[in-house]
């Protein structure tokens, strides 16, 4: 049996095709085209399908996806065994209880923090007792650049190559924005992977996002390199779950 996820972020779109929970195909699109989509479905005989999305406007993809397939709704209100004590579920977002789930049934019996570094930087634990308090919403690392821009009246907007494995010292404006905010970055997950050790003891890391593997390198020489695994389709994997709940 095999399954399609979809996960629609604020800057791209996931697909993902699980036979059980081995990864078939893997595609980050802009847009989500839906003869490219029925193509997939009759090609790898799509049985179940599920989405999450950070907005509503996906009336005409679940109305496809249940003419053709098992479609599941994704939302908050699907638990598996975990206790939520997040005072607002229904503000929470999909794709960051899709993580919960995920490290629910990856990661079973293990105090777990999610980073999830993308268009924002989000932090998510799952206690070993199964249960979720919420967890904290940061600016993503484009967005940080965007905002010095924006909010000043002389600095630049700054790019930067994700492939670069070493931030360079601020010897000129463009290289201190970079330190800035690159280095501002790791040195705040840092901190918060230090906090939530001290709370939550053995602490099994997992870094997702699409900024996730720049970060991976900045930390793999640090004290928490040994507790840090990453995961780039983490949310993929948590909705692929959800089917088989």
Same mark, same amino acid.
């Given at each position: 049996?095999?399954?399609?996820?979809?996960?629609?972020?604020?800057?791209?779109? !996931?697909?993902?095709?699980?036979?059980?929970?081995?990864?078939?195909?893997?595609?980050?699109?802009?847009?989500?085209?839906?003869?490219?989509?029925?193509?997939? =479905?009759?090609?790898? !005989?799509?049985?179940?399908?599920?989405?999450?999305?950070?907005?509503?406007? =996906?009336?005409?993809?679940?109305?496809?996806? !249940?003419?053709?397939? #098992?479609?599941? /709704? +994704?939302?908050?209100?699907?638990?598996?065994?975990?206790?939520?004590?997040?005072?607002?579920?229904? #503000?929470?977002?999909?794709?960051?209880?899709?993580?919960?789930? @995920?490290?629910?049934?990856?990661?079973?019996?293990?105090?777990?923090?999610?980073?999830?570094?993308?268009?924002?930087?989000?932090?998510?634990?799952?206690?070993?007792?199964?249960?979720? +308090?919420?967890?904290?919403?940061?600016?993503?690392?484009?967005?940080?650049?965007?905002?010095?821009?924006?909010?000043?009246? /002389?600095?630049?907007?700054?790019?930067?190559?994700?492939? &670069?494995?070493?931030?360079?010292?601020?010897?000129?404006?463009?290289?201190?924005?970079? /330190?800035?905010?690159? &280095?501002? @970055?790791?040195?705040?997950?840092?901190?918060?992977?230090?906090?939530?050790?001290?709370?939550?003891?053995?602490?099994?890391?997992?870094?997702?996002?699409?900024?996730?593997?720049?970060?991976? !390198?900045?930390?793999?020489?640090?004290? +928490?390199? @040994?507790?840090?695994?990453?995961?780039?389709?983490?949310?993929?994997?948590?909705?692929?779950?959800?089917?088989?709940?």
């Amino acid at each position: 049996m095999n399954n399609l996820v979809i996960d629609i972020g604020n800057t791209y779109s !996931k697909l993902a095709i699980f036979e059980q929970k081995e990864l078939l195909y893997f595609e980050q699109l802009e847009k989500i085209e839906e003869a490219n989509l029925l193509k997939l =479905i009759a090609e790898y !005989k799509i049985v179940s399908s599920t989405v999450s999305s950070v907005g509503n406007e =996906i009336d005409d993809l679940e109305k496809l996806l !249940k003419q053709h397939t #098992t479609y599941v /709704r +994704f939302s908050t209100q699907i638990v598996g065994g975990i206790k939520s004590y997040y005072e607002s579920p229904q #503000t929470l977002g999909l794709d960051r209880w899709a993580k919960v789930i @995920a490290a629910h049934c990856l990661y079973p019996g293990q105090n777990t923090l999610m980073i999830d570094a993308g268009t924002c930087i989000t932090y998510d634990v799952l206690t070993a007792n199964n249960e979720y +308090f919420g967890g904290s919403i940061s600016l993503g690392l484009n967005m940080r650049f965007k905002a010095l821009n924006h909010y000043t009246g /002389r600095l630049p907007l700054v790019t930067w190559d994700k492939s &670069q494995e070493i931030i360079a010292e601020g010897s000129n404006t463009q290289n201190a924005i970079k /330190r800035g905010v690159l &280095q501002g @970055a790791v040195n705040e997950i840092a901190g918060f992977i230090a906090l939530e050790q001290k709370r939550n003891p053995n602490l099994q890391v997992v870094l997702t996002g699409g900024d996730s593997l720049f970060l991976n !390198k900045q930390l793999k020489n640090s004290i +928490f390199a @040994a507790q840090i695994t990453h995961e780039p389709y983490l949310v993929l994997k948590g909705l692929n779950e959800v089917i088989t709940l």
